[in-house]
């Protein structure tokens, strides 16, 4: 009964991975170098259908490679130009062969060694994103043994105490007083802007009381009245003229400065000798009793 019962349990089990035990199959062997996840009775595929099963492994050491037995159906007919792919079954680690029959009408005969392949399926395409889960991992822990050198307790409690700090200073603040000088500066600045308005509008009319001005005519008056001035400084400088004689010849300013000095002379005797100059009318005149200024 124990022997029925186990030769029962394994063709259950042989049953429900897709393996029939008493349908005839044909081994086949497969080489690779690295069979990770493959067990005796993983399936064979083929098209998504199960048409066999591993059956054993061999080591060749030697060579660097492990040939594999395969038991598949004989009612498939296999090319001498097939092929089994070593590839993922399921997102658990599991294994499966995946047969390609080949399209050559010569098939192949039972022990013969199928071409070989491995094909890292659905489960490649998450090794990048595998190595950046494993990159992040670690920063994020280099991250919280960093936090957990760091004083957290002490930088809470100075960011807390520097709160309440700046609560306490804008509690301090009148805070009704600043927003009532806010208010008469914002008014000052009212009449300030009204002033200016004024100012802007009288310019504004001078402005305009300038251009009704004919400025043609003007700019004509003022170039004649510098042609006036020029031909008046030309006269001028001529020798020709009075005023140019007086301005070339140094005889003229010799004798104004003459007149000049005897006049001063002139007056220092008066003021010193008043009656040289007030004589009786009739009496002879007689040289002047006074002396120049400089005592002859």
Same mark, same amino acid.
């Given at each position: ?31 690779? &170098? ?34 594999? /037995? ?13 092929? #089994? ?9 599991? !294994?499966? $062969? ?14 013969? &060694?199928?071409? /070989? ?9 998450? =090794? ?27 930088? $809470?409690?100075?960011?807390?105490? &520097?709160?309440?700090?700046?609560? &306490? ?14 208010? #008469? ?38 170039? =004649? ?8 400084? $030309? ?9 140019? !004689? ?18 001063? =002379?002139? $007056? ?17 005149? !007689? ?10």
């Amino acid at each position: 009964m124990t022997l029925v019962a186990g030769g029962l349990l394994y063709y259950g089990f042989n049953f429900l991975r897709g393996s029939d035990l008493f349908s005839p199959t044909n081994r086949y062997y497969a080489t690779y &170098t690295n069979v990770s996840g493959l067990n005796v009775s993983n399936p064979v595929y083929f098209n998504g259908l199960p048409v066999g099963r591993v059956s054993g492994f061999e080591l060749k050491q030697a060579k660097g490679y492990i040939v594999v /037995s395969i038991d598949i159906d004989e009612n498939l007919m296999i090319g001498d130009d097939a092929s #089994a792919t070593l590839a993922n079954d399921g997102l658990f680690g599991g !294994k499966a $062969i995946v047969l390609d029959v080949g399209v050559s009408a010569n098939p192949m005969q039972p022990g013969d &060694t199928l071409s /070989s392949d491995m094909d890292e399926g659905m489960l490649s395409q998450f =090794e990048p994103v595998a190595d950046n889960l494993n990159t992040t991992i670690t920063r994020l822990n280099t991250l919280l043994d960093s936090l957990n050198q760091t004083d957290i307790k002490g930088t $809470i409690g100075a960011a807390k105490e &520097t709160l309440e700090t700046a609560t &306490t200073k804008l509690r301090q603040l009148n805070i009704n007083e600043s927003l009532d000088n806010a208010n #008469a500066l914002m008014l000052s600045f009212k009449d300030r802007s009204d002033q200016l308005e004024g100012v802007l509008a009288s310019s504004k009319n001078l402005v305009d009381s300038l251009n009704a001005v004919p400025l043609a005519e003007t700019l004509q008056k003022v170039n =004649e009245s510098l042609d006036h001035v020029n031909k008046l400084l $030309i006269s001028v400088q001529s020798e020709d003229g009075t005023i140019g !004689k007086m301005l070339n010849d140094d005889s003229v300013y010799n004798s104004l400065n003459k007149l000049l000095v005897d006049m001063d =002379e002139l $007056i220092i005797h008066f003021n010193n000798y008043p009656k040289d100059f007030m004589s009786p009318l009739g009496r002879k005149n !007689k040289k002047l009793k006074g002396k120049s200024q400089d005592g002859k």
